[in-house]
């Protein structure tokens, strides 16, 4: 192995790597830099903070990016697959991290996008070793990849029975009540079914309102289907683990994950050897 080789899989094990103790730090670090950085542009939204320490928080801005731009550097060159990095998902969060600052110099708005930084916070579970929760985590998106077709028949339903409150409300009611077209009252019912009630648009007349009392009633019978077909969903799942003790058993003994694939010998999360209780 020569020098460079070396070079990489040191800066490897500390940036990527979690269980040395110089990986545990720089991982506290660079999520206490996240955070800070992210609050600096949410001070830097308020008006009054902008204008007195505007050129302070800009400067910090472009000091937490450099840093930032460098970190993702050294993680390409010390990653050995680096498509497969670039292409993950922390990969993408990574590089969405540091465009904003960049694309600023052309569009200035787009600086406030760097609060997207926040979801590099979740390499947390990583150091506080809370991967073994991933697995709850799968069974809730296996749940929801189960119920895909059953949640889009669903909405199609939601979606046809807006137009029609919303036809029904431009009809009654017309442009005199601020229904002036089909959208604003699709909008209006939109906004009654997903009980939010802003407001803004009143029915006036006493048809309207007793429609409108059917858009609330039926809002709230809507919002328990959804959580009726997930609820089954996740039932399910928890039954098949139930069953099949091997696939409830397959733990990893450095990290603790389980909910691995029958055949995996190796962990998807760190690699390790899974030991099979």
Request: charged share 15%; hydrophobic share 50%; proline share 3%.
């Amino acid at each position: 192995m020569n020098d460079t080789s070396k070079a990489q899989k040191k800066i490897y094990d500390v940036i990527f790597g979690y269980e040395s103790k110089a990986g545990r730090w720089f991982d506290i670090v660079l999520i206490l830099l996240i955070i800070v950085s992210v609050i600096a542009v949410l001070l830097d939204s308020i008006a009054s903070l902008h204008e007195r320490y505007g050129a302070l928080l800009y400067r910090l801005e472009w000091l937490f990016t450099i840093l930032f731009t460098v970190e993702y550097l050294l993680r390409l060159y010390s990653t050995p697959d680096k498509r497969r990095y670039i292409f993950s998902f922390y990969g993408v969060v990574d590089l969405l991290s540091i465009l904003p600052t960049y694309i600023a110099f052309f569009y200035p708005s787009a600086v406030y996008l760097i609060v997207v930084r926040i979801m590099r916070v979740l390499r947390v579970f990583r150091i506080l070793k809370l991967l073994r929760y991933m697995g709850e985590a799968n069974m809730l998106y296996a749940a929801l990849l189960q119920a895909r077709r059953k949640i889009l028949v669903f909405l199609f339903s939601v979606t046809t029975l807006i137009i029609i409150f919303g036809a029904l409300m431009f009809i009654i009611e017309g442009g005199k009540n601020g229904f002036d077209n089909i959208p604003q009252s699709i909008y209006w019912a939109i906004v009654t079914i997903t009980t939010v009630g802003y407001g803004d648009i009143v029915p006036q007349t006493p048809l309207g309102q007793f429609i409108a009392g059917i858009a609330m009633i039926s809002g709230y019978a809507i919002i328990a289907v959804p959580t009726g077909i997930i609820g089954a969903e996740l039932m399910q799942q928890v039954q098949e683990r139930s069953k099949n003790p091997k696939l409830e058993g397959s733990e990893c003994t450095s990290c603790k994950a389980t909910g691995h694939d029958l055949d995996a010998r190796h962990c998807k999360y760190c690699g390790n050897l899974i030991h099979q209780k």
